[in-house]
């Protein structure tokens, strides 16, 4: 018997009904949600992750370069930084991200800016645990994802105990142990060679966070660094020195 036209009109409506998470019949009904898979790559997203200068720099990057072009098509940057954020708890706060309902899109890309709040209170040990562990958390949860290793900058004084030369000795020590580490992990190298804690232009009076010029020179840095990656896929290091 021919179906009616009130039953073809119901299932033109339920089939029209917006699918929504934990509706596993397309009706509108709700089910338990499992727990998320890893998210797959989504073309052209960039995060950015970091301590305060991260912050800083993507509060300048919208004061002054509200359509800063990183040389990725269709590229959206999400900034992530935090002030007082550290190396040894990265690991952690990635898989938290991961974990967020409104993280799933997987990065192309993610820079990673840490460390620098962590001289002088962990232990080069430490570091390089927490270093091998961020490589295997990106590769575990961020499936496609190329992490980007981006060189701890120098300071002109630091806040914890130690010496200038002592710590600065550090900063090298442990940026050079984790590019050697991305490196062996599939990732990418973004060095700064403009920075140096003489160069007192590019620093606010703390001699920790950057002045307007160093903003931009950390900026140049990032927007050079993705571009060359997106352009050159085999690119290891940059600047390719």
């Known amino acids: 018997m021919p179906a009616s036209k009130n039953s073809r009109a119901k299932r033109a409506r339920r089939a029209s009904r917006p699918y929504s998470p934990g509706d596993s019949s397309g009706t509108g009904a709700r089910t338990v949600e499992k727990d998320p898979a890893p998210a797959e790559s989504s073309e052209g997203l960039v995060w950015i992750i970091g301590d305060s200068l991260v912050k800083w720099a993507a509060t300048f990057a919208l004061g002054h370069y509200p359509d800063l072009d990183i040389g990725v098509a269709a590229a959206n940057l999400v900034w992530r930084g935090a002030p007082g954020a550290t190396l040894l708890r990265l690991p952690q706060r990635l898989r938290d991200m991961a974990s967020r309902h409104g993280e799933r899109r997987t990065p192309t890309m993610m820079v990673l800016h840490l460390g620098g709040n962590d001289l002088g209170t962990a232990t080069?040990?430490?570091?390089?645990?927490?270093?091998?562990?961020?490589?295997?958390?990106?590769?575990?949860?961020?499936?496609?994802?190329?992490?980007?290793?981006?060189?701890?900058?120098?300071?002109?004084?630091?806040?914890?105990?130690?010496?200038q030369s002592r710590l600065e000795a550090c900063r090298k020590n442990i940026s050079r142990r984790a590019r050697g580490i991305f490196m062996r992990g599939g990732g990418r190298i973004l060095s700064h060679p403009r920075f140096s804690w003489e160069r007192l232009e590019f620093f606010r009076e703390d001699g920790v966070h950057l002045s307007n010029l160093g903003n931009k020179g950390f900026l140049d840095d990032i927007r050079e660094g993705l571009s060359f990656f997106s352009l050159c896929p085999r690119g290891i290091r940059y600047p390719p020195f």
């Not at 499936?143 to 002109?156: A, E, M, N, Q």
């Open 124 to 163: 080069l040990t430490q570091m390089e645990a927490a270093l091998r562990e961020v490589v295997v958390t990106v590769q575990r949860l961020f499936p496609g994802c190329t992490p980007i290793w981006s060189d701890i900058l120098p300071r002109v004084r630091y806040s914890r105990a130690g010496s």
